[in-house]
């Protein structure tokens, strides 16, 4: 016997599949959307679609645009020495509500992860490397979580700039353990970026 109709089962069922949505938080959604007016949600499921067909990783950093190259990467103001590398396009909109960051940025889309099976080949390493060689004394600031994954991660991008004339930074280690960027309030963002340690040049 179904406690629920099928049809609203299935849009818990989809609620349940985004991040942080529990059963009851997808109960509640899934049954607010009954109340909405029908134009309203025609546009919800055009604006999804819309986002999921336009939107893609820019052509050189890797964060989520609706053009070939982000506006970040195209800004004339922001200095294209100094790239932040993160894990995911999450910890853009994190250092850019924060405000203070001037440089540019360089999305991982993920960690490499022996244990996983997650190498070189499967995150967005490679453009980095051809990216930072293409510049004149660039420095790296590595925003990565301190996690083993993110320490594999920092250990090999060291390894490849060592002796390149890269000066490599990573964000402060006053830093929550395991902290996901993306979750960090803006002050607590702003010092670790501002108190970066420098572990290589």
């Given at each position: 016997?179904?406690?629920?109709?099928?049809?609203?089962?299935?849009?818990?069922?989809?609620?349940?599949?985004?991040?942080?949505?529990?059963?009851?938080?997808?109960?509640?959604?899934?049954?607010?959307?009954?109340?909405?007016?029908?134009?309203?949600?025609?546009?919800?499921?055009?604006?999804?679609?819309?986002?999921?067909?336009?939107?893609?990783?820019?052509?050189?950093?890797?964060?989520?645009?609706?053009?070939?190259?982000?506006?970040?990467?195209?800004?004339?103001?922001?200095?294209?020495?100094?790239?932040?590398?993160?894990?995911?396009?999450?910890?853009?909109?994190?250092?850019?509500?924060?405000?203070?960051?001037?440089?540019?940025?360089?999305?991982?889309?993920?960690?490499?992860?022996?244990?996983?099976?997650?190498?070189?080949?499967?995150?967005?390493?490679?453009?980095?490397?051809?990216?930072?060689?293409?510049?004149?004394?660039?420095e790296i600031i590595l925003a990565l979580?301190?996690?083993?994954?993110?320490?594999?991660?920092?250990?090999?991008?060291?390894?490849?700039?060592?002796?390149?004339?890269?000066?490599?930074?990573?964000?402060?280690?006053?830093?929550?353990?395991?902290?996901?960027?993306?979750?960090?309030?803006?002050t607590t963002l702003d010092r670790a970026?501002?108190?970066?340690?420098?572990?290589?040049?």
């Amino acid at each position: 016997m179904h406690i629920y109709p099928l049809e609203l089962e299935r849009l818990m069922e989809f609620f349940k599949k985004l991040p942080g949505i529990g059963e009851k938080s997808a109960e509640r959604l899934a049954l607010s959307l009954l109340d909405m007016p029908d134009e309203y949600l025609q546009s919800i499921s055009t604006d999804i679609l819309n986002a999921k067909k336009n939107l893609h990783p820019c052509s050189i950093c890797g964060q989520i645009t609706n053009q070939d190259i982000c506006d970040i990467c195209e800004s004339t103001t922001r200095n294209q020495n100094l790239i932040c590398v993160i894990e995911d396009y999450k910890s853009v909109f994190a250092f850019e509500k924060a405000g203070n960051y001037l440089g540019v940025y360089h999305v991982l889309n993920g960690l490499l992860s022996p244990m996983e099976d997650v190498g070189v080949e499967d995150i967005n390493l490679i453009s980095l490397i051809k990216r930072v060689e293409k510049l004149e004394n660039p420095e790296i600031i590595l925003a990565l979580k301190s996690s083993i994954e993110g320490e594999t991660t920092t250990l090999y991008i060291q390894k490849i700039f060592e002796n390149k004339n890269v000066k490599i930074s990573r964000l402060s280690y006053g830093l929550p353990i395991g902290a996901e960027i993306d979750y960090l309030d803006t002050t607590t963002l702003d010092r670790a970026l501002e108190d970066r340690k420098i572990i290589s040049e």
